[in-house]
T-cell receptor, first 114, second 112 residues
Framework: AQSVTQLGSHVSVSEGALVLLRCNYS??????LFWYVQYPNQGLQLLLK??????LVKGINGFEAEFKKSETSFHLTKPSAHMSDAAEYFCAVSYYNQGGKLIFGQGTELSVKP | DTAVSQTPKYLVTQMGNDKSIKCEQNLGHDTMYWYKQDSKKFLKIMFSYNNKELIINETVPNRFSPKSPDKAHLNLHINSLELGDSAVYFC???????????FGPGTRLLVL
């Protein structure tokens, strides 16, 4: 079955520290991969996506993610956390010919300490 | 201009009532979706429509009925509301052949 796992429901970092949010997917076919961010009481905003082009993907707000097929991973990183990065982050996958259905991970809440 | 808008933003109602949530997108997209986010923030697709045609219907109770009057609108009608329907409902849209979905701000439904 196709699924997405985000390791760690809550990650806390200090301002200026590296942010690493983990995402692994489970499927026999390569997916399209996404990271979305949700600020409190708001909708989801796309941070970045992988759709079979370059494996290192750069997104908005200084975030990037690397697709590693051998590890079925798509971890999200940012070199230096900012207070404004505090939010809920969702990894998601979709597959060709499935009508665009997004399958989400459980989400990771990122806290940034001053 | 808001790309994907939903009304209402908040909805508080009693068990057994019938309610509707409206969604409109001005992006010119031809595919629209409804997702449900539960109290643990888990997101799951409910429906998708492409050019007014139902494409995805996940295992959702038939008390939920989507309606798409045109490709810019996808409404969600819920009959006989239950406590477990309390959640945040998100509308999204995309263009066929494009993988990115654009989400609305959500409708927070509370059933008492």
């Amino acid at each position: 079955a196709q699924s997405v796992t985000q390791l760690g429901s809550h990650v806390s970092v200090s301002e200026g520290a590296l942010v690493l949010l983990r995402c692994n997917y489970s499927s026999s076919v390569p997916p399209y991969l996404f990271w979305y961010v949700q600020y409190p009481n708001q909708g989801l905003q796309l941070l970045l996506k992988y759709t079979s082009a370059a494996t290192l993907v750069k997104g908005i707000n200084g975030f990037e993610a690397e697709f590693k097929k051998s590890e079925t991973s798509f971890h999200l990183t940012k070199p230096s956390a900012h207070m404004s990065d505090a939010a809920e982050y969702f990894c998601a996958v979709s597959y060709y010919n499935q009508g665009g259905k997004l399958i989400f991970g459980q989400g990771t809440e990122l806290s940034v300490k001053p | 201009d808001t790309a994907v808008s939903q009304t209402p933003k908040y909805l508080v109602t009693q068990m057994g009532n019938d309610k509707s949530i409206k969604c409109e997108q001005n992006l010119g997209h031809d595919t629209m979706y409804w997702y449900k986010q539960d109290s643990k923030k888990f997101l799951k697709i409910m429906f998708s429509y492409n050019n007014k045609e139902l494409i995805i219907n996940e295992t959702v109770p038939n008390r939920f009925s989507p309606k798409s009057p045109d490709k810019a609108h996808l409404n969600l009608h819920i009959n006989s509301l239950e406590l477990g329907d309390s959640a945040v409902y998100f509308c999204a849209s995309s263009q066929a052949g494009e993988e990115t979905q654009y989400f609305g701000p959500g409708t927070r439904l509370l059933v008492l």
